[in-house]
């Protein structure tokens, strides 16, 4: 019930242009269930949580899944670009071959800082570093584990408080 009051309606959204689309071939949700069946790999669920309205700051979480850690990153923005500086700079920190076992398989939803598979998938090395796969749309359940973790997040962080509600 707390949360009944919290919520806002959601809005819908069209699908966006053909090329969007074109993105996801091969990177679905249901390639990513038979992805994982087929191989016997780890996989670690991202999102972003957005900050106060009218700030551009984020942070960019990873749920690994296989060992239920939460890793949080602090992007200026929540871009394309601020994505691929935080994986580069992760793999440069803990070595690509160390990437490739630990994010080997990334399950992410559809925001637009995720819309260029290929960036992230690229190495600093130039080779593969990771297999990208996508939620579908409006399916939160499909990456739980990271929801509830922000859900407890913002038990700590929320958007506004009764100090800084704007009118």
């Given amino acids: 019930m707390r949360r009944k009051l919290r919520y806002k309606p959601r809005k819908s959204h069209k699908e966006n242009k053909e090329q969007d689309l074109k993105a996801y071939e091969g990177r679905r949700f249901s390639d990513f269930t038979e992805f994982i069946a087929n191989h016997d790999l780890p996989f670690v669920q991202m999102d972003t949580l957005h900050g106060q309205q ?17 890793l949080s990153f602090l992007l200026d923005a ?5 994505v691929k500086r935080v994986f580069d700079e992760i793999e440069f920190r803990i ?3 160390v990437f490739k076992e630990t994010f080997p398989v990334i399950l992410t939803d559809r925001g637009p800082e995720f819309k260029n598979p290929e960036l992230l998938e690229t190495s600093i090395t130039g080779g593969r570093r990771c297999y990208m796969f996508y939620c579908d749309p ?17 038990y700590f962080l929320p958007k506004q408080s009764a100090y800084n509600k704007g009118d």
Avoid: W
Avoid at 54 to 70: I, R
Avoid at 138 to 154: C, D, G, V
């Fill in 138 to 154: 409006n399916a939160p359940f499909q990456k739980a584990e990271i929801e509830k973790t922000h859900s407890f997040i913002r």
């Fill in 54 to 70: 009218g700030t551009s700051k984020c942070l960019l979480t990873f749920y690994l899944m296989n060992v239920a850690v939460l």
């Fill in 95 to 97: 070595t690509p071959k």
């Fill in 78 to 82: 929540c871009t394309q670009d601020e």
